[in-house]
């Protein structure tokens, strides 16, 4: 059907092309210039792009967190040093240091001078 | 044969025959009722998107999407609440539209003289739109912006042929009445 054949009453055809050039003229105006695509392919392309990046981010999440958790119990669990005096009174095994002898590599004007 | 939408590609395939199809009419509506070009798109993407969302529901996992037995009349039914939605929140957000909206105006690379007559006439149609039934619109958009058929805008809308027919000729008469007293039908 054309629209022309849609005559009205009071208003001679002419007229009335006049009138439906000039709506259809606002009207397509109104429209997009290149019509949208569907809003789907825009989320899947995202959702693919994002996919293997959340693949990724993922496994190296759980490779950091048992790190982590190994690495704590390593030090929680593993060999200790405790820090026990030498029965000759010295802070380290085999060592003689006993601390009273500190001066002796020191320059003269900065050595104590004992009473 | 209803295609099985359980399988993923089934789905795409559905969902962007149905885009093809029923965009246009999604659009009218939602232009009909806002008069603006740019919420009218927004408001048919949102309309496809939930759209797809429930076509996903419709999957293997069937948890919470509704069987969308008519696509169009889904489709038509969002688009007009998501339409009636979007005008109010938009309203109570700003108020009105700006200037240059409310005389419809597009961009387009007219001459000065030629363009500032296009968008003068453009301004008085859009004025007498706006005062309006949105029915109304909604026909007069269908049928001028995609040329439909009065019994596609029957289809469309769920109204008799002759309702449309009527109802078209009418619109046309009053916006055409308008317009002449303007002078906008006026050749320059």
């Known amino acids: 059907m054309n629209r022309n054949t849609l005559p009205t009453m009071n208003q001679p055809?002419?007229?009335?092309?006049?009138?439906?050039?000039k709506f259809s003229a606002f009207f397509k105006a109104q429209l997009p210039q290149q019509w949208p695509h569907a809003p789907l392919a825009k989320a899947e392309v995202a959702q693919h792009r994002l996919a293997p990046r959340?693949?990724?981010?993922?496994?190296?999440?759980?490779?950091?967190?048992?790190?982590?958790l190994g690495l704590g119990l390593a030090l929680s669990y593993g060999p200790t040093f405790q820090a026990t005096p030498s029965p000759d009174g010295n802070l380290l095994p085999g060592s003689n240091a006993d601390g009273k002898n500190l001066h002796r590599h020191?320059?003269?004007?900065?050595?104590p001078k004992l009473p | 044969m209803k295609p099985d939408l359980r399988k993923p590609d089934m789905?795409?395939?559905?969902?962007?025959?149905?885009y093809a199809m029923h965009s246009r009419e999604v659009w009218a509506l939602a232009?009909?009722?806002?008069?603006?070009a740019d919420s009218a798109q927004d408001i048919m993407q949102e309309v496809f998107l939930r759209f797809w969302k429930q076509l996903e529901g419709q999957g293997p996992k069937q948890t919470t999407a509704e069987t969308i037995l008519n696509p169009r009349a889904w489709l038509l039914r969002v688009a007009r609440n998501l339409a009636e939605d979007y005008s109010k929140s938009s309203f109570r957000r700003h108020g009105t539209q700006p200037p240059e909206m409310l005389g419809g105006l597009q961009g387009r690379d007219d001459q000065p003289l030629?363009?500032?007559?296009?968008?003068?006439?453009?301004?008085?149609?859009?004025?007498?739109?706006?005062?309006?039934?949105?029915?109304?619109?909604e026909i007069l958009t269908l049928r001028y912006a995609f040329d439909y058929e009065t019994t596609a805008i029957a289809e469309i809308l769920g109204v008799a042929s002759s309702a449309v027919h009527m109802r078209l000729s009418r619109a046309r008469q009053?916006?055409?009445?308008?317009?002449s007293a303007a002078g906008v039908n006026q050749e320059p």
């Open chain 1, 54 to 68: 959340l693949d990724r981010g993922r496994v190296t999440l759980a490779a950091s967190v048992a790190c982590l």
């Open chain 2, 11 to 18: 789905r795409r395939t559905e969902f962007e025959a149905l």
């Open chain 2, 114 to 137: 030629a363009k500032m007559e296009r968008e003068e006439a453009f301004a008085q149609i859009r004025s007498v739109l706006d005062e309006m039934a949105t029915a109304d619109r």
């Open chain 2, 31 to 36: 232009y009909a009722r806002w008069m603006d």
């Open chain 1, 13 to 21: 055809p002419d007229e009335l092309g006049e009138m439906d050039r």
């Open chain 1, 106 to 111: 020191m320059a003269p004007e900065n050595q």
């Open chain 2, 174 to 179: 009053r916006l055409a009445e308008r317009l």
